[in-house]
């Protein structure tokens, strides 16, 4: 029985309105529990920021950005940004183990190589990442917790990352067709 | 009401845990939509399969319905949820590189993250990238730091924007929502050659129910300031009949002098009045002003401190009702308003009118011309103190922890 279960392959997704209704309870969830969004690269930064000021505490220091995180006995890892993503690496894990979705693999277009498609993914997400920070918030943080609460500048936002994306969809059509 | 001081009630690591759990739930939603294959998600942008624009959306819509049906009801206080702050170009071009980034790279970052915890190798080398990219932010951001800042327009609503209820809003983003999947369903038929007869039929009732409840909304309306006295008053109103906020006309004085505070005084009377006599630097602030605190400008966090003036106290502690409702800390109202304090540091002109026999917030007191800040009393000298003998202390600034967003 259990052999036959491990063979199976990975279960469906579930609908994408069914999807948007569970994450839609959960960012409510979220407001009306704590106040604040859902959030991801603001997580990352933290991050980021704690081993810079590991290494190079009086940088961080003289930075005006970064101090507000790690300036001097500031923690930047004492926010509630780090264990919501710690759960939300989590909650990746063990939905992708329940469905039988773990798996070692690269997505990708069929006329692109595995390299091509890694170098690919890090410049996106360096771009992506400065982007972030530069909006001040993330997909997650600015479109959808900004979206529910109807923030006007998460709207206008949400709407560049679009335009951003379709803008360049056509160059690089080879790499995702 | 919600939201709750999580810390006070929890503990900081009781906190923690919510937040967790709270990122557990975004994690699995993400990762049962789909959120961890970038193809999937990529998808979206060659009108093949809009699955993006189905999830973000009907997830937006969905909470967006929930928040302000709660907060209608007078369970959820809306202005205690954090905003995004609005830096119109900032944000605009943030999201132009953003999307730059999510079609080169196939994740956003916190679909980046599911797909790492899934093992996908593309996710794993987004998760790097973006780390390099938020740290070369970081590291670059002291270059353009004022054009960074620069278009901020504060707390702003899409209702504030279009000067309509927030209710109306509501209805509106939901049935847009619903226009834009009808129209993607549409192009999911045209280039994925989708067969929308086996799509389910329930997502008819889910659009229906969330416009029913949207409708809701809007006809029950964003609860006035004057409920949310009436629900929020037993906790404040303590404040009022123990005359903790009133401060006595020395206490002000010494405010007034000490360049440390960051004084700010609001005059509540009628303009007649404020231009007979008010206080040095007092702003007069009008009934519609004072409703609607954040369009001043004014920063609720801020370490400063109001005093509200007004010839009595009645319209003063009116306005204070108004602005405490409003979240804004470290509100004061002076005691005895101005006729105490004219009686205070002019006796002679307060001696020369008889006072009314009825109470009313009026001005007891003659003047041989509108003064305004002109006259002697309204900036008394710092020596005065002295004579007026010892006072309690009621002004204690409150710091305010900011709401910080998911991604400050």
Same mark, same amino acid.
């Given at each position: 029985?259990?052999?036959?279960?491990?063979?199976?392959?990975?279960?469906?997704?579930?609908?994408?309105?069914?999807?948007?209704?569970?994450?839609?309870?959960?960012?409510?969830?979220?407001?009306?529990?704590?106040?604040?969004?859902?959030?991801?690269?603001?997580?990352?930064?933290?991050?980021?920021?704690?081993?810079?000021?590991?290494?190079?505490?009086?940088?961080?220091?003289?930075?005006?950005?970064?101090?507000?995180?790690?300036?001097?006995?500031?923690?930047?890892?004492?926010?509630?940004?780090?264990?919501?993503?710690?759960?939300?690496?989590?909650?990746?894990?063990?939905?992708?183990?329940?469905?039988?979705?773990?798996?070692?693999?690269?997505?990708?277009?069929?006329?692109?190589?595995?390299?091509?498609?890694?170098?690919?993914?890090?410049?996106?997400?360096?771009?992506?990442?400065?982007?972030?920070?530069?909006?001040?918030?993330?997909?997650?943080?600015?479109?959808?917790?900004?979206?529910?609460?109807?923030?006007?500048?998460?709207?206008?936002?949400?709407?560049?990352?679009?335009?951003?994306?379709?803008?360049?969809?056509?160059?690089?059509?080879?790499?995702?067709? | &009401? +919600?939201? %709750?001081? =999580?810390?006070? !009630?929890?503990?900081?690591? @009781?906190?923690?845990?919510?937040? /967790?759990?709270? $990122?557990?739930?975004?994690?699995?939603?993400?990762?049962?939509?789909?959120?961890?294959?970038?193809?999937?998600?990529?998808?979206?942008?060659?009108?093949?399969?809009?699955?993006?624009?189905?999830?973000?959306?009907?997830?937006?819509?969905?909470?967006?319905?929930?928040?302000?049906?709660?907060?209608?009801?007078?369970?959820?206080?809306?202005?205690?949820?954090?905003?995004?702050?609005?830096?119109?170009?900032?944000?605009?071009?943030?999201?132009?590189?953003?999307?730059?980034?999510?079609?080169?790279?196939?994740?956003?970052?916190?679909?980046?993250?599911?797909? &790492? +915890?899934? %093992?996908? =190798?593309?996710? !794993?080398?987004?998760?790097? @990238?973006?780390?390099?990219?938020? /740290?070369?932010? $970081?590291?670059?951001?002291?270059?353009?730091?004022?054009?960074?800042?620069?278009?901020?327009?504060?707390?702003?609503?899409?209702?504030?924007?279009?000067?309509?209820?927030?209710?109306?809003?509501?209805?509106?983003?939901?049935?847009?929502?619903?226009?834009?999947?009808?129209?993607?369903?549409?192009?999911?038929?045209?280039?994925?050659?989708?067969?929308?007869?086996?799509?389910?039929?329930?997502?008819?009732?889910?659009?229906?129910?969330?416009?029913?409840?949207?409708?809701?909304?809007?006809?029950?309306?964003?609860?006035?300031?004057?409920?949310?006295?009436?629900? +929020?008053?037993?906790?404040?109103?303590? !404040?009022?009949?123990?005359?903790?906020?009133?401060?006595?006309?020395?206490?002000?004085?010494?405010?007034?002098?000490?360049?440390?505070?960051?004084?700010?005084?609001?005059?509540?009377?009628?303009?007649?009045?404020?231009?007979?006599?008010?206080?040095?630097?007092?702003?007069?602030?009008?009934?519609?002003?004072?409703?609607?605190?954040?369009?001043?400008?004014?920063?609720?966090?801020?370490?400063?401190?109001?005093?509200?003036?007004?010839?009595?106290?009645?319209?003063?502690?009116?306005?204070?009702?108004?602005?405490?409702?409003?979240?804004?800390?470290?509100?004061?109202?002076?005691?005895?308003?101005?006729?105490?304090?004219?009686?205070?540091?002019?006796?002679?002109?307060?001696?020369?009118?008889?006072?009314?026999?009825?109470?009313?917030?009026?001005?007891?007191?003659?003047?041989?011309?509108?003064?305004?800040?002109?006259?002697?009393?309204?900036?008394?000298?710092?020596?005065?103190?002295?004579?007026?003998?010892?006072?309690?202390?009621?002004?204690?600034?409150?710091?305010?922890?900011?709401?910080?967003?998911?991604?400050?």
């Amino acid at each position: 029985m259990a052999e036959t279960r491990a063979q199976k392959g990975p279960k469906p997704y579930i609908h994408p309105y069914a999807g948007g209704i569970l994450l839609g309870c959960v960012l409510f969830l979220s407001f009306f529990l704590s106040g604040n969004g859902l959030g991801a690269s603001g997580g990352l930064n933290r991050i980021i920021v704690f081993f810079e000021d590991l290494i190079v505490p009086g940088h961080v220091d003289r930075t005006p950005y970064l101090l507000e995180m790690a300036g001097g006995d500031l923690n930047p890892l004492d926010a509630w940004i780090i264990p919501m993503v710690a759960g939300t690496i989590l909650g990746g894990f063990l939905s992708g183990l329940f469905n039988r979705r773990l798996k070692v693999e690269t997505n990708k277009g069929p006329n692109i190589s595995n390299k091509t498609r890694w170098i690919l993914a890090f410049a996106g997400g360096a771009i992506m990442g400065y982007g972030a920070r530069f909006a001040r918030g993330c997909t997650s943080g600015q479109a959808l917790s900004g979206g529910a609460v109807l923030s006007a500048g998460s709207w206008v936002f949400m709407f560049a990352v679009f335009a951003g994306a379709y803008a360049l969809a056509w160059f690089l059509r080879k790499a995702w067709n | &009401m +919600a939201p %709750f001081q =999580l810390q006070s !009630l929890l503990g900081y690591w @009781g906190m923690m845990a919510v937040y /967790f759990a709270l $990122g557990l739930g975004f994690g699995i939603a993400l990762e049962l939509s789909g959120f961890g294959k970038s193809t999937k998600l990529a998808a979206q942008f060659y009108f093949k399969e809009l699955t993006v624009l189905k999830v973000m959306f009907t997830a937006i819509i969905t909470a967006m319905v929930l928040i302000f049906l709660a907060a209608s009801l007078g369970l959820l206080d809306y202005s205690k949820l954090y905003v995004n702050p609005t830096y119109l170009w900032p944000g605009i071009v943030g999201g132009l590189i953003m999307g730059a980034g999510f079609i080169i790279g196939g994740f956003c970052p916190g679909t980046s993250l599911v797909g &790492m +915890a899934t %093992f996908k =190798l593309d996710g !794993l080398f987004f998760v790097l @990238g973006g780390l390099f990219g938020i /740290f070369m932010f $970081g590291e670059t951001v002291s270059l353009f730091d004022g054009y960074w800042h620069s278009s901020f327009f504060g707390r702003v609503t899409l209702f504030d924007f279009f000067g309509i209820p927030a209710g109306a809003v509501v209805v509106g983003v939901v049935l847009m929502a619903v226009g834009m999947f009808w129209g993607g369903e549409q192009l999911e038929r045209i280039f994925g050659g989708r067969d929308l007869k086996r799509e389910p039929k329930w997502r008819y009732g889910a659009a229906a129910g969330l416009l029913l409840l949207a409708l809701v909304t809007a006809f029950t309306g964003q609860p006035t300031l004057e409920k949310k006295w009436q629900i +929020a008053g037993p906790e404040k109103q303590p !404040l009022l009949d123990q005359r903790a906020i009133y401060i006595e006309p020395a206490e002000m004085l010494s405010l007034m002098h000490d360049d440390t505070r960051g004084l700010v005084i609001w005059d509540v009377r009628p303009e007649r009045d404020y231009n007979l006599f008010h206080l040095k630097t007092a702003q007069r602030m009008e009934e519609s002003t004072l409703r609607n605190i954040t369009a001043t400008g004014i920063d609720p966090t801020a370490n400063q401190v109001i005093v509200i003036t007004g010839n009595d106290e009645a319209a003063a502690t009116h306005a204070w009702k108004l602005v405490t409702m409003q979240e804004i800390p470290n509100v004061y109202i002076l005691g005895g308003g101005l006729n105490r304090w004219l009686a205070t540091f002019d006796p002679a002109g307060a001696a020369s009118v008889t006072r009314q026999e009825e109470p009313g917030d009026r001005l007891d007191h003659a003047f041989s011309a509108a003064l305004g800040a002109r006259h002697p009393a309204a900036f008394p000298d710092e020596k005065l103190l002295r004579s007026l003998g010892e006072f309690t202390p009621k002004v204690k600034v409150t710091k305010v922890v900011k709401r910080q967003g998911g991604c400050g």
